[in-house]
């Protein structure tokens, strides 16, 4: 047994990284998705080249933030272990 006693604690996320496994209309995706409180979201998709599939570019874009394909992958994550 400690002679600490915790009397409050505070924690701040600051950043997170998140390895995102997921399907869309029959396919499946591997991305990261990254969060910190200067930048905000930003998302890398793992495939050949990097690069942002089409229909996930048009979402991201076009999209209302609270719509966003990076919020709703990280919404729907959130709680979620391997």
């Known amino acids: 047994m400690s002679d600490i006693t915790i009397k409050k604690v505070s924690k701040e996320v600051?950043?997170?990284?998140?390895d995102i496994e997921f399907e869309y209309?029959?396919?499946t995706y591997l991305v990261t998705l990254n969060w910190?409180?200067?930048d905000g979201y930003e998302?890398?998709?793992k495939?050949?080249?990097n690069e942002i599939p089409n229909w996930a570019a048009k979402w991201i874009e076009e999209g209302e933030y609270a719509q966003s394909?990076?919020?709703i992958l990280d919404e729907m994550t959130e709680g979620v272990s391997e």
Do not use: E, M, R, S
């Open 25 to 27: 209309q029959g396919k």
């Open 43 to 45: 998302i890398t998709f």
């Open 36 to 38: 910190d409180n200067y």
């Open 47 to 49: 495939n050949k080249t």
């Open 69 to 71: 394909l990076l919020v």
């Open 14 to 18: 600051v950043a997170w990284n998140k």
